[in-house]
């Protein structure tokens, strides 16, 4: 089993950006798919992103497309999200997940691993 630990969060102004990372133990990343996902108080968690093993297929929630990227790099065993032009409702806790399909990752179905979470805050 994978263990997953994330750092990177903070409080930023909106506009600003921040970069996310996933540091995996336990097992290496290159049998999983990896994602983001987040949630803000009072709501359900939410996919925000998420990445094949191979780095050949991505997907990304609406509300992040065109600012938020994910990548991976199976060699060093980790994952990043790099957040630009951030938004107020983008504040959130944070999570990594890893799962041997991407389809669950996108789904947020099935057995799924997660980190620990990091605290985003966007104040505006």
């Known amino acids: 089993q994978v263990q997953l630990v994330e750092s990177g969060g903070g409080l930023v102004q909106a506009g600003d950006s921040l970069r996310l990372s996933c540091a995996a133990s336990g097992r290496t990343l290159r049998a999983y798919a990896m994602g983001w996902f987040r949630q803000a108080p009072g709501k359900e968690r939410e996919f925000v992103a998420a990445?094949?093993?191979?780095?050949?297929?991505?997907y990304y929630a609406d509300s992040v497309n065109g600012r938020f990227t994910i990548s991976r790099d199976n060699a060093k065993n980790t994952a990043n999200l790099q957040m630009n032009s951030l938004k107020p409702e983008d504040t959130a806790v944070y999570y990594c997940?890893?799962?041997?399909?991407?389809?669950?990752?996108?789904?947020?179905?099935?057995?799924?691993?997660w980190g620990q979470g990091t605290q985003v805050t966007v104040s505006s």
């Open positions: 997940a890893a799962a041997n399909d991407v389809v669950l990752l996108t789904r947020n179905e099935g057995s799924i691993v």
């Open positions: 990445i094949t093993w191979s780095g050949g297929s991505i």
